[in-house]
């Protein structure tokens, strides 16, 4: 079993939670040096030194996007500017984007739980790393270059883009590891055959996914369309970007790293925490930042936590499941609650289905119509009327299984519809709210 850090990852409960606690308690005092954070502890009577116990944090109020908005540029700084040495912003995937600020403590800290993860996934400094998320205040590109850096991985800083010239890179670089967002790796996957090259033209061993959802089927159709494993990276600007947990070999879920993040599950009506196991927002207070400290800040972010703690990688960090998507991505069709990657799900398992589709939602007579469009495997296309109308049937009647909705199916070539070359945008809702 190889670690980064073996004495941190391998800490036992009772050592992870005492650092916890210690760790939370310093964090509390630096937030109160934020302008934000001081007038929410003053509004609420908070003293930090109350804080007594990891439990006793569910006392606080949380930190929303929209406080981190509110707050642009600068509410949440708890250091003097000249101690702040980067910044990132958010994607914006969901609104005016944030800011997150770093010292060197905090990008020094976050490169190391970026290598941490990348051991956790195999790689090794023989390796050598395409980075192929876009660089800037994007977190993907930054975040896993430094830390595939400090690993000793040779870096090829390439960005998101440009297909053609990233797959002459594989071959010529031998590239063993990349990071990619699915949907980009999808496209990826098409282009490789349309190259009329395979996975024995290439050196690749391990692909990196994050930044977005996508569903264990997707993963499993780039797995077999690479041949190489793939592993899960989850992260947010807010909590740094990548490297908030990451799946060990077990792929039973990723592994927060809770010696820097104190994560809660809640039920997202009510702001309560949930049951054991019961699938909630996800809550994260960062445990080791100084320029940026949040606390209790609600990404939106759907998934479970496992309750049991031990894993056979010897890593005692809980596990966090795959996200199952946004609060803010659910579509309410009909009544019925629809996330994107339950759609997704079904679509990747079937062989006739290539690695694109849409979500089209619009109001005809006041009832909302689903539309998917789909792109299906060109060997598979034909265009035997016949054919095609059996196909749709039959789409129709998996994704009625799995959603309960129905819906219009519209097939497309391959190619029709525009790749994803970062984040994917895959749903379009023309109704009128
Ligand atoms: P934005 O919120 O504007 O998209 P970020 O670039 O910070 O900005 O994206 C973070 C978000 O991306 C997460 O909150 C989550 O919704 C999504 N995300 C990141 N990694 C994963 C992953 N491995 N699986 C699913 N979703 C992910
Ligand atoms: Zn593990």
């Known amino acids: 079993m190889k670690y980064w850090s073996e004495e941190i990852e391998t800490m036992s409960r009772s050592e992870i939670e005492a650092l916890q606690l210690k760790r939370l308690k310093t964090t509390l005092a630096r937030a109160a040096h934020s302008p934000f954070y001081r007038e929410l502890f003053r509004k609420n009577s908070i003293n930090p030194e109350d804080i007594r116990s990891t439990e006793d944090l569910t006392y606080l109020p ?27 912003a958010s994607s914006g995937t969901t609104g005016q984007s944030t800011v997150i600020y770093h010292t060197a403590h905090d990008l020094n800290e976050w490169t190391d739980l970026v290598t941490r993860s990348l051991v956790v996934a195999g790689a090794g400094e023989k390796d050598v790393f395409q980075n192929m998320m876009s660089y800037g205040l994007f977190t993907g590109g930054l975040g896993l270059h430094y830390g595939a850096e ?12 440009n ?84 799946e060990c070999r077990q792929s039973e879920g990723m592994h927060v790293w809770e010696d820097n993040y104190l994560v809660e599950i809640i039920d997202p009506a009510t702001g309560q925490p949930a049951g054991p196991g019961e699938i909630g927002e996800v809550v994260f207070t960062t445990l080791n930042r100084e320029a940026m400290p949040l606390i209790r ?15 056979p990688c010897g890593r005692n960090f809980r596990r966090l499941s795959r996200i199952l998507g946004r609060t803010d ?51 598979m296309f034909h265009g035997e009327a016949r054919e095609l109308r059996l196909l749709r049937k039959k789409i129709q009647h998996e994704l009625k299984e799995q959603i309960l909705l129905s819906t219009e199916i519209e097939l497309m070539e391959p190619g029709a519809l525009p790749p994803s070359q970062g984040k994917a945008k895959r749903v379009f809702d023309n109704r009128e709210i």
């Open 297 to 311: 800040y609600r990404t939106r972010d759907l998934a479970q936590l496992f309750p049991e703690t031990e894993c």
């Open 150 to 161: 400090r690993l000793g991985m040779m870096v090829i800083p390439i960005g998101g883009g």
């Open 163 to 246: 297909t053609h010239r990233q797959i002459e890179f594989f071959r010529d670089f031998k590239t063993s590891v990349i990071h990619i967002t699915p949907s980009y790796a999808l496209h990826v996957s098409d282009v490789i055959k349309d190259m009329g090259l395979g996975p024995v033209d290439f050196n690749l061993r391990l692909m990196i996914f994050g930044a977005e959802p996508y569903s264990e089927a997707t993963r499993d159709k780039l797995e077999a369309s690479f041949r190489v494993r793939a592993f899960n990276c989850y992260g947010l600007t807010e909590m740094n970007g990548p490297g908030v947990a990451f």
């Open 329 to 379: 991505d659910m579509l309410i069709v009909r009544g019925v609650n629809v996330f994107p990657s339950q759609i997704e799900h079904v679509l990747m398992k079937l062989p006739e289905v290539g690695t694109n589709y849409q979500i089209i939602l619009n109001r005809v007579d006041n009832l909302d119509r689903m539309t998917i469009r789909v792109e299906i495997y060109g060997k």
């Open 62 to 88: 949380f930190t929303r996007k929209n406080d981190l908005r509110l707050s642009y540029p600068r509410g949440f700084l708890a250091v003097k500017e000249d101690e702040v040495v980067r910044m990132h």
